[in-house]
T-cell receptor, first 115, second 114 residues
């Protein structure tokens, strides 16, 4: 257990439905990242926050995806009008910025299946 | 798109043998990290090597970095069945605006047979 939690762990939804995932980072970590991992591939960066500010979004993050981190604590990732291609593992990670190099601590992931 | 490629894609060894996997990347990096992922689970950080370092050890792990060849290797010595997992290299780019985001390779799936 890295101290990063994600909820739910598994989500099955029908195409066209909206889903929301939650990530609770390690409490003193000010950076929070979202990645997506499809079967047999490495994770791909989606977006990251420093405190409550969303500083970068990947072009993978279409306008159906939105992420928030109110008050710089937990974060949510919402996918609207889900498509079968959204089926993947969604991973959250947190780190402590400052002082240069830092490692990221990953949560267990939320596995999304869109039917 | 992913920054790196890992080689081999899959590796099967007997318990007690050493496992070596390689990672190549394309652009200048600040550091390179190795992660382990057990089937269907989150990633666990193993070791980080900075761009000005050439070799690093942690327990049974040895990582090398050759920035001139843009490549790294991970050696697991005296492997155990519990080392069965996928191993990913991930780079952090030199660009300050990159925010320390990780760019992962495709991974090496390691099977250690008892």
């Amino acid at each position: 257990d890295t101290g990063v939690s994600q909820d739910p762990r598994h989500k099955i939804t029908k195409r066209g439905q909206n889903v929301t995932f939650r990530c609770d980072p390690i409490s003193e970590h000010n950076r929070l990242y979202w990645y997506r991992q499809t079967l047999g591939q490495g994770p791909e960066f989606l977006t990251y926050f420093q405190n409550e500010a969303q500083l970068e979004k990947s072009r993978l993050l279409s306008d159906r995806f939105s992420a928030e981190r109110p008050k710089g604590s937990f974060s949510t990732l919402e996918i609207q009008r889900t498509e079968q291609g959204d089926s993947a593992m969604y991973l959250c990670a947190s780190s402590l910025a400052g002082g240069g190099v830092n490692e990221q601590y990953f949560g267990p992931g939320t596995r999304l299946t869109v039917t | 798109s992913q920054q790196g490629e890992e080689d081999p894609q899959a590796l099967s060894i007997q318990e007690g043998e050493n496992a070596t996997m390689n990672c190549s990347y394309k652009t200048s990096i600040n550091n390179l990290q190795w992660y382990r992922q057990n089937s269907g689970r989150g990633l666990v950080h193993l070791i980080l090597i900075r761009s000005n370092e050439r070799e690093k050890h942690s327990g049974r792990l040895r990582v090398t970095l050759d920035t001139s060849k843009k490549s790294s290797s991970l050696l697991i010595t005296a492997s155990r069945a519990a080392d069965t997992a996928s191993y990913f290299c991930a780079t952090v780019l030199m660009i300050k605006a990159a925010g320390n985001k990780l760019t992962f390779g495709g991974g090496t799936r390691v099977l250690v047979k008892p």
